[in-house]
């Protein structure tokens, strides 16, 4: 088992069940030691890529490599790989000591006990070493779970959800634990989830996935300054889209947006078509009184009138109303609480923001896409 | 809260009342009669009458003579309580982890016996492994059986019959425990190295063993009473169990005296034997 090492590598990757396309065709690269995440609204495929590397289920077609070895035909437990369920799966008849002994003793093992009192005093559970898991709270159960799997030194470690069950200042903790233990171990975590805060806490690169395709796979700052479709710019955090027509290129694209002139870096046009989503993150606005001439030298600006105000503690959150945009194109603008805004419900504001943080995306595109995925979830 | 504290206080006593009251009724007096009759002189009879003399020997002399259908009583039950579990086991297993859609229609398979009488199907049996029954002529030519041999009236004939009458007994209690297994903790065995036996050996097996506890007794506790198949299907020899010895002394003997005192022997055989057993077992979590 030693032998099969490196980076892990989906190939041509798919699932089927019946006629229905859980994965279909991914193609992967995830470096030895990363920290990757698989993100995406439930049914996207990303559990069911996991249980594949996992062995849990069978691809349909496709590679699964660590190094140069297949090993998507090998059973589970022949796989250099180890997993953290959802809900965590400890076996409930054996102690916290049994349960984390259980991968050592069957692979025959020799040091059980020293490895075993070693990695449980690491994680500060060694006091709980003979209670059984349900008399743990949910975060030593996570740590058990966790411990359980990572005591085998895996290749791969497999995450399906390992936060899920757990309250949200628990969740914000483990998030920190969790990326400091990966960074500790150096041992490659494929880390499947759908809150987006969560990969990006902890992920050093995400794939996106959506309906069994990666939608765009890269780094948390990549995917969400730089977004490629309208999913990952709806599903990563919110995004103004607006529609748009290319009328010139250069270092810069000029866009129309209903009469108004935007500009965009051209590295920051995704598509070559000429009709566009122009696209900007409601933080990246700055909004002040029409009269406020400030923010000028932005470059990008819009006249509007603001609709509604709201404040929600760490930001104010506008919505302006631009005059000859489409009812649904009103534009979000979340402004952080260091002074007191200006601005309030009903007043002329002019909004600018940088064309740096502008980008535009295919117009074919559904602009709506991973909205409501991103809000259900 | 103090005022709907104690206002609430005679609650159970009343739910616990009617239950309470048929058990005191019609097992606790009854058992009172059977055990001061267990204690009668043994030279009365019913048409004389019994006099109480405190006759304690009739416990070691029902003992001394019964003893081979005791013995021969528990090995029935034990066998056909071994067999019950090899056969419900795998069948539970399916039900509860592998049967799908189907699991509902299976379970209803599993009870559906008992929409027919007890009495019928063991009677139904004696047809089924009678002189002339194609099974047997069957074994017979296959030299199983040598010509004019019988099924009829041994103690495998009886044992069968005994593992057929209680394996829903034994497959209703699997089935409950092994439906509470997580099916990701089998899962999760494979991912930690375990191969498929090792994981059920090591997994799902101890989580089974309330239901394989429940199972064992349901089923061993009335076989080792049972006298229904041993009268219908077992025959002059080899084939009484305790549960015949008592129902003749009772009914056909009239003795009392020594009827009361086998009964309870058996019991107290029982809850010895079963008391042991839940021990060893060591399922804390049964109750």
Known sequence: MDQIAGDLRLVS??????????????????????????????GCGK?????????????????????????????????????????YALFPHLDIYENVAFGLRRRGVKDVATQVEAMLSLVELDAFA???????????????????????????????????????????QMQLELKRIQTEVGITFVHVTHDQEEAMTMADTIAVMNQGKVEQLGSPMDLYENPKTTFVANFLGQSNLLTGEVMDRGDFV???????????????????????????????IYISAESNHAHDHLGNQLIGTVLERSYIGVSTQFIVEIPGFLDDEKIMVFEQNVDASEVKAGDRVRISWDPSHTFALDAKQDAYAGDVLAEAE | MTNTDTSKKWVPYLLLAPGALWLALFFLTPMFNLGATSLYDPSGSLETGYVMNGHVGNYADALGEYWPQFLRSFTFAAIATVLALIIAYPLAYAIALKSGQWKNILLVLVIAPFFTSFLLRTLAWTALLGDN??????????????E??????????????????????MTLPLFTSLEKVDPRLIEAAGDLYSKPFNGFHRVVLPLSMPGVVAGTLLT?????????????????????????????????????????????LLMAAIVILVATYVKRAGTDELV
């Open chain 1, 47 to 87: 559990t069911t890529t996991l249980r594949m590397v996992a062995g849990l289920e069978l691809p349909t077609a496709g590679q699964i490599l660590i190094g140069d070895h297949d090993i998507a035909s090998l059973k589970p437990y022949n796989r250099p790989v180890n997993t953290v369920f959802q809900s």
């Open chain 1, 13 to 42: 990757f798919r699932k089927e069940f019946g006629d229905f396309v859980a994965v279909d065709d991914i193609d992967i690269l995830i470096p030895k030691g990363s920290f990757f995440a698989l993100l995406g609204p439930s």
């Open chain 2, 133 to 146: 029954s194609s099974f047997v002529h069957f074994l017979q030519d296959i030299h199983i059986l040598p």
């Open chain 1, 254 to 284: 000029g866009v129309k947006v209903w009469g108004n002139h935007i500009k965009i870096p051209a590295s920051r046009v995704a598509t070559t078509n000429a009709k566009v989503w122009v696209g900007v993150r409601p933080e990246k």
């Open chain 1, 130 to 172: 003979r209670r059984k898991p349900s008399q743990l709270s949910g975060g030593q159960q996570q740590r058990v779970a966790l411990t359980r799997a990572l005591i085998n030194r895996p290749e791969v470690l497999l995450l399906d959800e390992p936060l899920g069950a757990l309250d949200l200042k628990l969740r914000r």
């Open chain 2, 220 to 264: 061993f506790i009335p076989a080792s009473g049972d006298y229904i198949n041993a009268q219908l299907l077992g025959g002059i020899k080899n084939t009484t169990m305790i549960g015949n010895v008592i129902d003749r002394a009772f009914l056909e003997r009239g003795a009392y005296p020594t009827a009361a005192a086998l009964s309870f």
């Open chain 2, 148 to 169: 004019g041999g019988r099924i009829l009236a041994t103690p495998f004939a009886v044992v069968m019959c005994l593992t057929y009458n209680f394996l829903p007994f």
